[in-house]
């Protein structure tokens, strides 16, 4: 079943105002699609329209204007963490950024899709919550600006009519005497949803607080501050004392519920672990500690832009016979009757890329991974329609004739596959990272995977195959 009828790609905001007045609660805009694709699939009712904005240049700025910093919602978890502007001025929102799921995630999710979505567990609103941002959305009618605590008035709803749109979050620089850090708790180290995090940001003067932010997150129907154990800190040095009081009254403050990732009284716990993590780790100036300085991003050797095509909105039908022009793996290629279908689907059903797997359907497993314009994305995650236009390499279009790609041969050397149907994911992970960065270190390696699973062979194969391959790099 198709999960749209009508999919609209316009190239200006003005576009896709245009079609949100048209089409009002009948259409759906879509960004990255991690988040709207998997929500589409549970629900089952076809939407009418989805309206892609990802082409839309205006709407991906990232710049520093009079001391205040500008996000177009576009702006991806990848751009957002690997900016030097953002690590300078707004360090906890670009920690945040990297602990978003994993590589190929973060190049296709957006800021404004995961402010969008507004699950309290989503890790950007937390320290743009602390630092005060507010956002701007805009319809034909006209625009307006609000603050984050206006934004926000429940679990997943916020203040947006249908016919709106996010079109900017600005947001204070921190100050050279302000200091910040974002901090999270999940089951494990990526593709982990917070079962608490936190962001903090203190304003010092000659070494005594006179401004202190907590902002908490999934702990509440919404993110909160918590006024008590902001005002706790103020007016004396971070002292251990100081640091404990006010990590127990953050705790105090919180309002969790049981879920399937924690108990109520484990996320309790765990706000008064993190907010004592987060004022040690400022007091001690180590703030940095948690963001790697050189991360992969899996998008290869450009700036992170997938935009691609200009020029005058596309409409593709679901029903519909319009063609979607791609490149796949070096040829033009000409697929019809895709138009409903996601990027995996149709690389697999129309073009007859079976390579390309289907672990999972939900971005969790990482066997889809596929490029896109040069970067690595989750194939389950991209509509089809957003290919058109584009660039895709699959693992069928790595070796060239009966040459294999030096990362093939290292993973049968290394033994590195067992069922095999993780391998096509984890190649086309690895491929990317050492087209990026020539020799990775381990860490780097796990960091480029980590959104790939495998079931069998376990990993320490996988990772020595990287390293072999990555030995006959050039030096
Ligand atoms: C495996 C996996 C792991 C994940 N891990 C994390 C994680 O660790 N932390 C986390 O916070 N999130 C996580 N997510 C959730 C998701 O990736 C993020 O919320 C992401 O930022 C959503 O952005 P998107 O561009 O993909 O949004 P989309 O799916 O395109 O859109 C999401 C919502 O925002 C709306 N929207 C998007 N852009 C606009 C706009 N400009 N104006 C108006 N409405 C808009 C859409 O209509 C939709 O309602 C994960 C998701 C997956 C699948
Ligand atoms: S991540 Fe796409 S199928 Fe699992
Ligand atoms: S080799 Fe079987 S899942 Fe990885």
Redesign the pocket.
């Given at each position: 079943m198709s999960l749209w009828q009508t999919y609209y790609t316009p190239t200006s905001v003005e576009d896709a105002l245009h079609l949100l007045a048209q089409h009002g609660a009948g259409a759906r805009v879509v960004a990255g699609g991690t988040d709207l694709l998997i929500e589409l699939e549970r629900d089952l009712r076809r939407v009418p329209a989805l309206i892609d904005v990802s082409r839309i240049p205006d709407l991906g700025k990232l710049e520093l204007e009079d001391g205040i910093l500008h996000v177009g919602p576009l702006v991806t978890h990848n751009r957002l963490s690997a900016s030097e502007l953002v690590a300078r001025t707004a360090l906890p929102l670009a920690q945040a950024a990297w602990s978003v799921g994993g590589p190929a995630i973060r190049n296709r999710a957006t800021l404004g899709g995961n402010l969008v979505t507004a699950s309290p567990a989503n890790d950007t609103i937390t320290p743009l919550w602390a630092m005060e941002a507010v956002v701007t959305l805009r319809s034909t009618r006209g625009e307006r600006t609000l603050s984050f605590p206006q934004f926000y008035q429940g679990v997943r709803r916020v203040d947006m009519a249908p016919d709106e749109m996010l079109v900017d979050v600005r947001l204070p620089a921190m100050a050279p005497n302000e200091r910040g850090i974002f901090l999270k708790m999940g089951l494990r180290k990526a593709l982990a949803i917070s079962i608490a995090n936190v962001a903090v940001v203190l304003r010092f003067e000659r070494g005594t607080v006179v401004r202190a932010r907590i902002a908490l997150g999934s702990v509440a129907p919404t993110i909160i501050r918590v006024p008590q154990a902001e005002g706790a800190l103020i007016g004396s040095p971070l002292t251990p004392e100081q640091i404990d009081r006010a990590a127990h009254l953050a705790a105090q403050a919180a309002a969790p519920i049981d879920d399937i990732r924690a108990r109520a009284d484990y996320r309790r716990r765990a706000v008064h672990v993190l907010v004592r993590r987060a004022l040690t780790a400022l007091g001690r100036g180590e703030e940095r500690a948690g963001l790697p300085t050189d991360p992969p991003l899996l998008w290869g050797r450009k700036e992170g832009h997938i935009y691609r095509l200009a020029g005058k909105t596309i409409q593709h039908t679901a029903t519909g016979d319009e063609p979607i022009e791609c490149n796949v793996n070096g040829e033009n290629t000409i697929v019809r009757g895709a138009n409903g279908k996601t990027l995996l689907q149709m690389l697999r059903e129309d073009v007859g890329l079976t390579g390309v797997k289907e672990g999972c359907g939900e971005g969790e497993c990482g066997a889809c991974t596929v490029w896109l314009d040069g970067a690595a994305v989750l194939a389950c995650l991209v509509p089809a329609p957003r290919a058109h236009g584009a660039q895709i390499v699959t693992i069928e279009g790595l070796s060239h004739g009966d040459a294999l790609h030096p990362l093939q041969q290292a993973f049968i050397d290394a033994g590195a596959?067992?069922?095999?149907?993780?391998?096509p994911g984890f190649v086309m992970s690895g491929a990317k990272l050492l087209e990026e960065i020539a020799h990775p270190n381990s860490e780097q390696i796990k960091q480029a995977i980590a959104g790939n699973l495998?079931?069998?062979?376990g990993y320490y194969k996988i990772v020595q195959a990287i390293e072999t391959a990555a030995q006959a790099n050039e030096r």
């Open positions: 596959v067992q069922c095999g149907f993780c391998t495998c079931r069998c062979t």
